[in-house]
């Protein structure tokens, strides 16, 4: 199998990374899921590290992007607030411009790499 160039961007603040790859994932699934635990369980990632990245992100913001709310079986959960929503929607605009851009670009290189990695 051929050798494919990955490009990942990651919005960094002083002392953090306020979005990237996995953290554009994770509100994703937390959309989908409604819940922190499920979408950590969709990403197979522990409870505590879902909710690590998210604080990371709710600080890294201007006001939080995922709304928690406590409670048992149909009353917790969580949502991506209206911001959140804004951010992530830029964050994948922003990963397909830069593919596009770069798509060209990436093609002599990607033909310099190994097909397979080396043991």
């Known amino acids: 199998m051929a050798a494919k ?31 922190i635990s499920a979408a950590a369980r969709q990403l197979e990632m522990s409870y505590r590290r ?13 006001t939080p992007v995922v709304a928690t ?14 911001l ?9 605009a922003l990963e397909a411009a830069a593919m596009k851009a770069l798509r060209s670009r990436l093609a002599p290189l990607e033909a310099l790499l190994a097909d397979e990695a080396a043991p």
């Open 69 to 82: 709310a406590v409670g048992g079986a149909r009353r917790g959960g969580a949502t991506l607030t209206p």
């Open 5 to 35: 160039v990955d490009i990942r961007i990651r919005i960094h603040i002083p002392g953090e990374i306020a979005l990237g790859p996995g953290k554009a994932a994770l509100l994703e699934a937390i959309h989908a899921t409604g819940s």
């Open 50 to 62: 879902a909710w690590q990245l998210v604080d990371a992100m709710n600080r890294s913001f201007r």
């Open 84 to 92: 959140g929503q804004e951010a992530l929607k830029h964050f994948r």
